[in-house]
């Protein structure tokens, strides 16, 4: 018969890390009782060897698997596996966006109305950004701010720092771009003044040249160039 104290011996040095163990344990076990059940010398002893040899296999199987189920990454917690739904199906969202003409952006605009829910000024923050006029850029600004200060819109908070952090780049080009627009208008309204004063001049000059040669020839002789008769 197999002594008990030597298959959990044998057990304790073969136990692996983790669940896998269980059911090794209880295989052995039923292996040290059937042989223990056993008549006669002979038959004991192969029982015993028979049961040692399944026993190391149980163990051998059961570290394998808790070899496998220790190198597996453990599931993601559930809020962050809803954030990153959240920032895939918003990311989806921009790249729709990112490819409608005016025209759409603005019905868009119109169909998000007032955008009462985070996702949705997130979503309207978008289109405002993608008319790439500077009052509806400021405005997807206002409508980032509002998601950032609401304590419930946590999972889109970092995409929001992000697209921050990106309209205020795209805001000051945007500035920068306009004065150099009303710079180039003012100058263009200097030269047009400029060109409509020499016009004048030219003007002047043409009439002033055109009547010189009349009154030089309507002009009377003076009375000193006049011949005067010879005396006899």
Do not use: W
């Not at 809803?82 to 025209?103: D, H, K, N």
């Amino acid at each position: 018969m197999l002594p008990s104290t030597d298959i959990s011996h044998h057990s304790l040095a073969a136990r692996p890390a983790g669940r896998g163990l269980r059911p090794a344990l209880a295989l052995m076990a039923a292996l040290a009782l059937a042989a223990c059940s056993s008549d006669g010398p002979a038959n004991e002893r192969a029982d015993a060897d028979t049961a040692a040899v399944l026993a190391a296999r149980a163990a051998a199987s059961a570290a394998e698997a808790a070899r496998a189920s220790a190198s597996q990454p453990p599931p993601l917690p559930e809020a962050v596996v809803f954030a990153s739904g959240m920032t895939l199906r918003m990311l989806a969202y921009a790249e729709r966006v990112r490819v409608m003409p005016p025209t759409e952006l603005t019905q868009e605009a119109g169909r998000l109305g007032d955008a009462a829910s985070p996702e949705t000024q997130l979503q309207l923050s978008l289109v405002l950004a993608q008319l790439r006029q500077l009052p509806d850029l400021i405005r997807a600004q206002e409508l980032l701010a509002r998601v950032l200060g609401n304590a419930d819109a946590q999972p889109l908070h970092p995409l929001a720092r992000l697209l921050a952090s990106r309209y205020a780049e795209q805001r000051r080009l945007e500035e920068q771009l306009d004065k150099q627009g009303q710079q180039l208008r003012d100058a263009q309204r200097k030269l047009d003044q400029t060109n409509e004063r020499l016009e004048a001049l030219k003007a002047i000059e043409r009439s002033l040249t055109s009547r010189q040669p009349a009154a030089t020839a309507s002009a009377p002789i003076p009375p000193a160039s006049r011949a005067r008769p010879t005396a006899p």
